[in-house]
Antibody, heavy 129, light 111 residues
Framework: QVQLQESGPGLVKPSQTLSLTCTVSGDSISNGGYYWSWIRHHPGEGLEWIGYIYYRGTTYYNTSLKSRVTISVDTSKNQFSLKLTSVTAADTAVYYC?????????????????????WGQGTLVTVSS | QSSLTQPASVSGSPGQSITISCTGTNSDVGGHKYVSWYQHHPGKAPKLMIYEVSNRPSGVPDRFSGSKSGNAASLTISGLQAEDDADYYCSSYTNSSSPYVFGTGTKVTVL
């Protein structure tokens, strides 16, 4: 059974950097075949995809966050991480790490996953001074 | 990008059937066969219930079924049980820069 667990500070000051790590068990990121995502849920709003990474390090980000987001992977620790810079109160949310299903939809030269098969339980990050 | 539209809440008694709708556009739900549904008990990890409109992952009871017509998808729970009391989110592949978009979420209450 694949399990994901988020970890990191629950409180971040405005203008600082939010850093979270996702530890994966039950699967090895380096086995390949999957994209590993970060998704967030703003209080009272919908879920928002932040970005994902492939085990080789290839990343894709939500264009609305691209200038502030970095996702990285450490296959030796079976972890992947999220950094979000210059945070504001609007970044207060529950942050989830997730594994995307193996299937992908291809359009032109781009193939992308289209669902999540395993999620972490999420961690609340509050941006406040 | 905009979220898919779901009713805020749906309720039913044990044993009854309920249906949750998920409305999008031609760029997401209407344009692709890649709708998925997730069950979320607060404080726990969300769980995949349906993918590719109507496919159930191993271990998901056949009480859960999915369908799609035009720009709208639906999740039906037949024979409602107490443990089905949870939040449900739909998601669809989208033509936008993000690979998928999520619904606004529906709170299912088992009376």
């Amino acid at each position: 059974q694949v399990q994901l667990q988020e970890s990191g500070p629950g409180l971040v000051k405005p203008s600082q950097t939010l850093s979270l790590t996702c530890t994966v068990s039950g699967d090895s990121i380096s086995n390949g075949g999957y994209y590993w995502s970060w998704i967030r849920h703003h209080p009272g709003e919908g879920l928002e995809w932040i970005g994902y990474i492939y085990y080789r390090g290839t990343t894709y980000y939500n264009t609305s966050l691209k200038s502030r987001v970095t996702i990285s992977v450490d296959t030796s620790k079976n972890q992947f991480s999220l950094k979000l810079t210059s945070v504001t109160a609007a970044d207060t949310a529950v942050y989830y790490c997730a594994r995307n299903g193996r299937s992908r939809y291809c359009s032109g030269n781009t193939c992308r996953p289209y669902y999540v098969d395993y999620w972490g339980q999420g961690t609340l990050v509050t941006v406040s001074s | 990008q905009s979220s898919l539209t779901q009713p805020a809440s749906v309720s039913g008694s044990p044993g009854q059937s309920i249906t949750i709708s998920c409305t999008g556009t031609n760029s997401d739900v209407g344009g692709h066969k890649y709708v998925s549904w997730y069950q979320h008990h607060p404080g726990k990890a969300p769980k995949l219930m349906i993918y590719e409109v109507s496919n159930r992952p191993s271990g998901v009871p056949d009480r859960f079924s999915g369908s799609k017509s035009g720009n709208a998808a639906s999740l039906t729970i037949s024979g409602l049980q107490a443990e089905d009391d949870a939040d449900y989110y739909c998601s669809s592949y989208t033509n936008s820069s993000s690979p998928y978009v999520f619904g606004t979420g529906t709170k299912v209450t088992v009376l």
